[in-house]
């Protein structure tokens, strides 16, 4: 017997020697740096270079007749002010041949007030150039070109998208749609431990299912969108970054609404490229602020990881692929319930929040919820993978941020990244109110089949200090962008292919169809119609209208108009009933 108790230890013993010495094996090849990407590729040609502000990433909000603002950091403009002119083209092209051309009104150096210290041009000292906008300039996207005249030389820099001139609405109310985890990725990327569907990906890489999602936008038109994070997928082969993000910015300028952009975590994966750079090339700085009416804005970056945890890498000969780090991340707090201990971006985000504690709503934007579920910041915590093998967070800064939403009155905080909804709320400190956790759903098609989620997005309806409207029927859901989307249940990816709202023109007028189960206000119907047209409107309202550039017998017309709830399919093979608004012009 006791023979037989020798023989058994023996065995068991080199069992687990032997598992001992596979776990190192595939720690060191999984925690090492090998297989990682190239790093030193081509980048975009950059788009920010001169003028930093405004960009089509960080857009300005400006009012007619207002004074307008921007930001230039050249070199070449560095002795006694020169002449400054600004041109504003509207992005529309049934305006071309409209465009307005402002003297500079004031032009003085100093800090750049948009890039805080800690972002590729913060800290540096710029040219502040103001513009008195006209009264009667048309509300519209424009893009900016500004021209500077030194010393006998010309210099001319230009930004797309970059103005947005917006009409006051009473009562300080706007609307604006926020958008996460759009992912633009190349076809044929699927693999075994990321599986993707390749379903709104034409074969040449463009995203159809982004144009889809943007022209929905579109006919919605609120006042802005915000973007959440992760706008490529740049982990399953070397060089695609690149490839994904020339993608997402074409698709950009099909947006007829202005853009503010936070980063996500893939768009800073060093794929051949540095993403972070890419974006701050491109796109504007990791973490900014903004105010739209009474309330303010502060975009956060929640992936301030060191650039070797960001490198993707191929590892086992190509069955897995990814970064050692993909969760949140703030850096940096001596203690993180303690404010007046932060520095870096966290110091930055207090004192922006303390500045702006009389808004009358303070939202904060990332990607990363540091809140999901119930406080316990699932998104900054490490994955773990066949039961022993831990990746992608164990980051700091997820308290930090929850403190100083409870501390200076956060009232939302919008985020994505776990491609599903949610909403929790946290206290505020003197118990006076309570941060919303909005955690929203994924843009595109994911894995494809059988999901507890949809692609979606929240409208936002801001109306002084009341907020309302960022939920779908249920109080928790995204409004959805296919018919067919199952709000509690599996949602069949594959087969969503109705669009859950859109338009259509004709020579009288629009006509809109719906299939979601509550009204939609739709302010995106503006077209081309005689000018003896237009005094009469059944079915909406014309808000706006402006004399089509070099042709006085037309005009273009913005009208509006309340699409009724349609019947909503109970799943992606069965079809609802949709509604059909329609507007005619007489």
């Known amino acids: 017997m006791e023979f037989h108790f020798n023989r058994w230890v ?80 509207p992005v529309r092209p049934e305006l071309t041949g409209l465009t307005y051309s402002l003297p500079v009104s004031g032009a003085v150096r100093g800090r750049s007030e948009h890039w805080p210290v800690g972002t590729a041009h913060g800290g540096d000292t710029v040219w502040h150039l103001r513009f008195a906008v006209p009264a009667q ?25 970059a103005v947005s001139i917006i009409t ?28 993707q569907s390749d379903k709104g990906i034409a074969p040449d890489g463009t995203p159809v299912f982004l144009q889809r999602t943007i022209d929905q936008v579109n006919l919605i038109r609120p006042d802005f969108v915000v973007l959440l994070g992760d ?24 947006f007829q609404v202005p853009v503010f952009i936070a980063p996500g975590n893939h768009d800073q994966y060093v794929n051949d490229v540095d993403g972070a750079r890419v974006f701050q090339e491109n796109i504007g700085p990791l973490f900014y602020s903004f105010d739209a009416g009474a309330s303010h804005f502060t975009v956060v970056n929640t992936t301030e990881w060191p650039y070797t945890d960001r490198i993707v890498m ?22 993180e319930r303690k404010p007046q201990t932060y520095a870096g971006q966290l110091a930055w985000i207090r004192d922006d929040l303390v500045r702006h504690e009389d808004a009358a709503n303070r939202f904060m934007v990332m990607h990363h919820d540091p809140f999901r579920p119930a406080g316990k ?38 985020t994505g990244h776990m491609h599903s909804d949610y909403v929790g709320y946290q206290r505020w400190t003197d118990r006076q109110g309570a941060t919303g956790f909005i955690n929203q759903t994924m843009a595109f098609f994911d894995h494809g089949g059988e999901k507890d989620s949809y692609p979606g997005y929240r409208l936002w309806n801001v109306q002084g200090k009341n907020v ?34 859109s338009g259509s023109a004709g020579a009288d007028g629009f006509s809109v169809s719906s299939y979601l189960g509550v009204p939609m206000d739709v302010e995106g119907l503006i077209g081309v119609f005689p000018v003896q047209q237009g005094k009469n409107v059944s079915g909406g309202r014309v808000y706006f209208s402006v004399p089509l550039p070099g ?31 329609s507007v005619f012009v007489h």
């Open 10 to 89: 023996r065995v068991t013993g080199t069992v687990v020697l032997v598992l001992i010495a596979l776990y190192g094996i595939v720690a060191i090849n999984v925690y090492s740096s090998v297989g990682q990407f190239p790093t030193h590729g081509p980048r975009p040609v950059p788009q920010i270079h001169t003028l930093i502000w405004p960009t089509i990433g960080y857009p300005e909000l400006v009012a007619p007749g207002a004074v307008m603002e921007a930001e230039l950091d050249a070199a070449e403009v560095s002795g006694p002010a020169g002449t400054f002119t600004a041109m504003l083209t």
């Open 137 to 161: 300039a048309v509300p519209e996207l424009y893009n900016l070109s500004i021209r500077a005249d030194v010393g006998g030389r010309d210099f001319t820099y230009s930004q797309q998208h």
């Open 168 to 195: 006051p609405h009473p009562g300080d109310s706007f609307r604006f749609i926020t958008l996460s985890d759009i992912h633009v990725h190349q076809p044929n990327i699927s693999s075994f431990h990321n599986p």
């Open 231 to 254: 706008y490529v997928m740049a982990q399953r082969y070397a060089g695609e970054y690149l490839a994904e993000f020339n993608n997402f910015y074409k698709e950009l300028a099909r």
């Open 314 to 335: 191929s590892k086992f000969g190509g069955l897995l692929f990814f970064p050692r780090k993909y969760q949140g991340q703030v850096l940096a707090a001596t203690d």
């Open 377 to 414: 910041a699932y998104a900054w915590k490490n994955e773990r993978f066949g039961g022993v093998i831990t990746l992608g967070g164990s980051g700091v800064g997820s308290t930090a941020l929850k403190t100083l939403a409870a501390r200076y009155r956060v009232n939302y905080c919008m």
């Open 468 to 501: 309302s409207g960022f939920t779908y029927l249920d109080g928790v859901h995204s409004v959805p962008l296919y018919d067919g989307s199952v709000l509690d249940g599996e949602t069949d990816l594959n087969k969503l292919d109705r669009l859950a709202l």
């Open 551 to 581: 042709d006085a017998s037309r005009q273009l017309l913005y009208m509006r108009t309340s699409a009724s709830p349609g019947q909503p399919g109970p799943d992606a093979a069965t079809a609802g009933q949709p509604s059909v608004t």
